[in-house]
């Protein structure tokens, strides 16, 4: 491996995230939307010769805690700071048995109830959807939690300084902002999209509440910490592998103005860059993305139809951040040779790398069966084959 490297992780990333050319492709590892699945962090672990506990970070996802150990051993130039549920939220995973089977449930504040059955301990599915047969009436009287809790963020500001201050990292926050799939999460995917058609007015009272509770939420995150962090990570899953889930213009109308709004009150109040997470073939999304005030598009999901990494450099390369694109995940990454990951790998970098504006990651979370021979490939071609030629840096896409 060459030794290039002549910035510090947030320089790097900040630099990429300007659309100016830092020394490499900054990565990243370890978010809830870029994470890896506690069965591949197992078999990666083991492959690597290390002994560590896995720490689950995301219950729903089970999605493994990196450690430092395994961060420092994958360049990965990133750091996240998260925010606690209310002090109030009678969290924690309990045991039910239902239809023959035991089931690990999990209650979130919304109400929703996710699910895992222990004989199956991949992820959590909805098995409740609290708002499934509710009028709009009882919408307002719904017990929505509180967003502005003062307790979700104690200790939020200390531990950003910590990694801006006392370490070379960028400071990345939890995922949040989270407005559409709240609804479908609450009424259940099949009767919200009846009710995105028959009863727009049901979403609306739906949407308005989940917005005022993450306006309340980023008041005080961004008190707290507005002014310590790199990147803030919002999103909705919008699309799916052949184009949007819903009629674009149903968003227009009754989605993107929330979102919108959220965003530009984000943006008011920080420099820190603006992450959207959906999955699929997005593309006739990301113009009002980035009408919205997005900065960065995550996970860039290549295989999906209409997103070749080419045309996406190409036509919003000026306006956006791609933030993972790295390997096809669907098919290469865990069914493929260690030699074809490095192969898609390179070709994504030769697409994405020009002019900067890219951040390195996998595509969405590193699933269960990926083999861990693939994702030392990954990261270690990503490594190899990011660095930007010393003519070129420092110069705008």
């Not at 997103?307 to 865990?334: E, N």
Request: glycine share 8%; proline share 6%; charged share 25%.
């Amino acid at each position: 491996m060459r030794s290039l490297k002549t910035m510090t992780s947030r320089e790097r990333v900040l630099k990429a995230l300007a659309h100016e050319i830092p020394d490499r492709v900054p990565i990243d590892l370890g978010g809830n939307q870029t994470g890896i699945h506690k069965n591949a962090y197992r078999s990666l672990v083991r492959r690597l010769g290390f002994e560590e506990e896995v720490e689950i970070m995301d219950a729903v996802q089970q999605l493994a805690r990196p450690s430092e150990r395994i961060l420092e051993r994958f360049r990965v130039d990133t750091r996240y700071v998260r925010a606690a549920p209310a002090p109030s939220w009678k969290g924690g995973i309990v045991k039910a048995e239902r239809s023959g089977r035991v089931w690990h449930d999990l209650t979130d504040e919304f109400g929703v109830r996710w699910s895992m059955p222990d004989d199956q301990r991949l992820y959590m599915d909805i098995t409740l959807h609290p708002l499934a047969g509710a009028t709009i009436r009882d919408v307002h009287d719904y017990a929505w939690p509180k967003g502005d809790d003062p307790g979700r963020f104690a200790g939020i500001r200390e531990r950003a300084l910590l990694i801006r201050d006392e370490t070379p990292y960028a400071v990345v926050s939890g995922i949040s902002g989270v407005i559409y799939e709240f609804g479908w999460y609450l009424r259940g995917l099949e009767q919200w999209f009846c009710d995105l058609l028959t009863a727009p007015e049901f979403c609306e009272a739906v949407l308005d509440e989940v917005l005022e509770y993450w306006l309340d939420w980023f008041r005080l995150f961004l008190d707290e910490a507005g002014d310590v962090v790199d990147v803030i990570m919002i999103g909705d899953d919008l699309a799916g592998q052949d184009g949007p889930l819903f009629n674009p213009a149903i968003y227009r109308r009754l989605v993107k103005p929330r979102q919108k709004r959220l965003v530009q009150y984000i943006r008011s109040r920080t420099a820190a860059k603006i992450w959207y997470h959906t999955c699929g073939s997005c593309l006739a999304y990301i113009p009002d993305l980035i009408d919205n005030g997005v900065h960065i598009l995550n996970p860039v999901q290549t295989g999906a139809k209409h997103m070749d990494a080419p045309t996406l450099k190409r036509r919003f390369g000026r306006d956006l951040v791609f933030w993972g694109g790295g390997c096809d995940s669907q098919h290469v990454l865990p069914r493929g040779t260690p030699a074809e990951v490095a192969a898609d790998v390179r070709a994504n970098l030769a697409a994405f790398m020009p002019g900067g504006g890219y951040v390195f990651n996998s595509i969405h979370n590193i699933q269960g069966e990926v083999p861990p021979e693939n994702i030392v490939a990954m990261y270690d071609t990503a490594y190899e084959f990011g660095f930007y030629p010393k003519s070129s840096r420092g110069g705008h896409s």
